[in-house]
């Protein structure tokens, strides 16, 4: 049984005593972590992700009226309701779930003919820790309404489905994400990895050693990507694309576009260091992707962790998206991994500037190392962290209301 099923049970009686029935339909979605493949996914590279085995159940109901009603049982001082002819912006989590719904209102053919629901929404995704909390409401939403919407909207498959979310996200939210959340979220697998592909975006699932997991270790050290650093990484980008561009002689639009070999031959030629450095992190971690995903099809999984290390060291020289704390988390795993306690790999992961580091550990070690991860790190910081182990779990899924 998995955990979304023990938690359901739960909240299928939660839903009830709030509302006075059982929910009509039930939804889940995983949150993610990026395994590998840094600041590519916007130059149409690739990246390496896995759907976790935390994430968000969504519970709903249909109504008589057009009446929508929202709880969480994660903010549960809040309670939401609106008509589905006005859908405002609140700047609380329920904007996620609207922002859906608008956008799948706005697929029907008679808007007119949808009713109003109750929603019970609940999460044990730790908030802050760059798995993708945002992404898995979404998901959870667009699933379980277009199953409670069953004829009255047009079938999305899990593509159109994650654009979906990216418009609510990008539209109503206001928050510039790109697809790798909601797809991770959607094409996870138990015991595999979701690569994706940013330019054809062709999704297919790679093995992972089911003796292996991974530690999420939350520095506690807020994301700095709502300054200027992340836009100014991806200015860079840019400038180096159209750099590569001139100096290669044909339209680059992306740092895809450029082969390693090429970046090489043209190094002295580049009269932007920074730009230079950049695109030298972006274009290095593509190929590192590429070469994780053919190492764990190869069973080549201590190959695949130290290529994990190596990430890490591009992204604090090249890329400087790392800080203090995450280097010190990824030291004290290169250390460990020296004594031969059951690390294998580390780096930062997601946006960086802050947030988590991710390590890659025997999973038979797991518990013993998040404890050690957490004792090294404050006598040598000061500071506190919070380690959890994750694991690649099953995507987005509906379940059943009742239990077998």
């Not at 005593?17 to 972590?33: C, D, E, M």
């Not at 004829?151 to 928050?175: D, I, M, T």
Request: hydrophobic share 35%; proline share 3%.
């Amino acid at each position: 049984m998995s955990g979304a099923d023990k938690r359901r049970s739960n909240l299928v009686q939660q839903f009830q005593n709030h509302f006075g029935r059982k929910p009509s339909v039930v939804s889940y979605a995983p949150g993610r972590v990026e395994v590998i493949g840094n600041h590519t996914d916007y130059n149409q590279g690739f990246v390496l992700s896995a759907a976790i085995n935390l994430g968000t159940l969504f519970l709903v109901g249909k109504r008589t009226d057009r009446r929508v009603v929202l709880l969480s049982t994660n903010f549960s001082s809040d309670r939401e309701e609106f008509d589905l002819s006005s859908i405002t912006k609140t700047g609380s989590w329920s904007d996620y779930i609207k922002g859906v719904l608008r956008e799948l209102i706005a697929t029907s053919p008679d808007e007119t003919k949808l009713f109003g629901f109750d929603c019970l929404i609940s999460s044990n995704l730790p908030l802050g820790a760059g798995l993708s909390s945002s992404a898995a409401v979404e998901v959870s939403t667009g699933l379980a309404l277009l199953r409670l919407y069953e004829g009255l909207l047009p079938n999305l498959p899990p593509k159109e489905l994650a654009l979906l979310c990216q418009r609510a996200e990008n539209h109503f939210v206001g928050v510039g994400c790109g697809l790798l959340d909601q797809f991770s979220s959607l094409f996870g697998d138990a015991a595999r990895l979701v690569h994706i592909d940013f330019r054809s975006l062709e999704v297919k699932n790679v093995p992972f050693d089911d003796t292996k997991s991974f530690l999420v270790v939350n520095t506690h050290v807020a994301h700095a990507l709502v300054n200027s650093e992340y836009n100014t990484r991806r200015a860079s980008c840019e400038r180096a694309a159209k750099k590569y561009g001139e100096l290669l002689g044909r339209d680059v639009k992306f740092l895809r576009e450029v082969t390693i070999e090429e970046a090489d031959r043209l190094k002295e030629q580049f009269d932007d260091e920074e730009a230079q450095l950049r695109a030298r992190h972006v274009i290095e971690e593509n190929t590192r992707v590429s070469l994780c995903a053919q190492l764990l099809v190869a069973g080549e999984v201590d190959q695949f962790g130290e290529t994990l290390f190596e990430s890490h060291k591009s992204s604090r020289t090249n890329f400087e998206n790392s800080c203090k704390e995450l280097d010190v988390l990824v030291e004290i795993a290169r250390e460990l991994k020296k004594e031969e306690k059951g690390v294998l790999g580390a780096r930062l992961s997601g946006g960086g500037f802050g947030g988590s580091a991710l390590l890659l550990v025997r999973k038979e070690e797991a518990h013993r190392l998040l404890i050690e991860v957490e004792d090294r790190y404050q006598k040598q910081t000061g500071k506190k962290c919070h380690a959890f182990e994750v694991w690649p779990s099953p995507g987005a899924h509906l379940l059943p209301e009742e239990m077998e």
